[in-house]
């Protein structure tokens, strides 16, 4: 069993910056790949990134490339996720994942084992 706890969210205005960071604890973090997710009220839960186990690979959605950034620190066993030139449409919950196959960056929901309680990003205009 692993527990994720999000944290570093918060209200930003537009072209702004936050990081977010998913501490882990019960089972290594670093037996796992790590992703983040995101959703918007009345919306769908939507990948934005992933990192595999060591941080060799990392994957991103087309609407984050560029300007957000995930690393893991695996000594603390916490993935971060760095965001930077925030817009208003980045508003959402964001979800730390943990997924068992340790060297995958998979962007789909159904691979991940668990889950956090999320922490919220609003992006003011």
């Known amino acids: 069993q692993v527990q994720l706890v999000e944290s570093g969210g918060g209200l930003v205005q537009a072209g702004g910056s936050l990081r977010l960071s998913c501490a882990a604890s019960g089972r290594s973090f670093s037996n796992y790949a790590g992703g983040w997710f995101r959703q918007a009220p009345g919306k769908e839960r939507e990948f934005v990134s992933a990192?595999?186990?060591?941080?060799?690979?990392?994957s991103y959605a087309d609407s984050v490339k560029g300007r957000f950034t995930v690393s893991r620190d695996n000594r603390k066993n916490t993935v971060y996720l760095q965001m930077n030139s925030l817009k208003p449409e980045d508003t959402a919950r964001y979800y730390c994942a943990a997924n068992g196959v340790y060297y995958s960056v998979s962007s789909r929901t159904k691979d991940y084992d668990y889950w956090g309680q999320g922490t919220q990003v609003t992006v003011s205009s």
């Open positions: 990192i595999s186990w060591n941080g060799a690979l990392t």
